[in-house]
């Protein structure tokens, strides 16, 4: 194009050809959707960052800017179950959408322009479940637990476990984590693991009986496929936190309904969808241990109008996990995957 051409064009097209080369992609890269695989988010996603995340979108949801829809499930085999979310702040909606069955399962995450619906990633989502199942737990032991407990103990040690760990260390200042499976080999495992990931000043024990691992610990993380109840509420000790976490099916649970009438402090990370599939809660209820009116949503423990605790109280946060979590996290990544030029170009 002549100079002369050049002139002729509007000031919008002549700022653009002054733009450099490296400068266009970048614009271009913003709309242009993107695909992210596994690899991506473990590079991409830290447990800070996630928490961080989290918090921020709990806050935007207690001031009624952003928007939760719960899991809805189906089956024909395999099971479907999907989940969506909008979060304003960050000009996204997305939903997830995982599959479980025979062959294993598959976690995704689609996220879209929340102004013109237009497509914005699509991302592989085991990782950043994990991540942010473990930040939802660190998040409410920020807010819940004794500020100077620093003993964790982790009850299962599966795929969810260690970044259960990893989020509770990110909040408080452990001298120690206690780590107790029913498979040994799972226990000894996680252990390694964890020794390998955690500062050296953190002693990794295994616990060679659950009621060892319970007693005495400021913080008791539960985090097992467990139908029925894998401890009786009588071990509570005055003081403690707990972060269950293990089933959001309405006739499972991990705690008895003893451990949910001692709390002094009951929250879930959404009420509405803890009365839908928090087996936990809704057991309890049936045994006539529980009122409703009790149980708090993180989101308002998060923004200061719930909560509070005094230093013998024990204290009980029980988590299904939310679609809200997972968009949140998917933000950071997606904006991370941006910063750094990560991820594959998808058509628009």
Known sequence: MRPSEVAKCPTRTRAMRRRSPASITAMSRLAVPIFLRETDV?????????LAALEAAFREWAAGRASNQPRRRVAAGAVLATMSAALPSKGLMGFKAYTHGKSGARFWLCLFDAADGRPRAVIEADWLGRMRTGATSGLATK?????????LTIIGAGTQSLTQVLAVAAVRPLREVRVFSRTSAHRDALVTELRN??????????AGSLREAVD?????TTVTPAAQPIFPGEWLQAGQHLNVCGSNYPD???????????????????????RLEAGDLLLAEREGQLNWGRVHSLRDVVAGSAGGRQASDVSLFKSVGLAIED???????????????AGQQLPD
Not at 143 to 151: E, F, G, K, T
């Open 42 to 50: 473990k590079e991409l996603l830290t447990m800070d960052v996630t």
């Open 143 to 151: 807010y819940l637990a004794p500020a100077q407990a620093s003993v």
């Open 197 to 206: 990931v955690l500062p050296g000043t953190i002693a990794i024990q295994p």
């Open 216 to 220: 005495g610990a400021g913080i008791l």
């Open 252 to 274: 499972r649970r991990e705690i008895d309904s003893r451990v949910v009438s001692r709390a002094d402090l009951l929250v879930a990370d959404d009420v509405e969808a803890a």
């Open 327 to 341: 968009v949140a996290a998917g933000a950071a990544v997606l904006e991370l995957a941006r910063e750094r030029g």
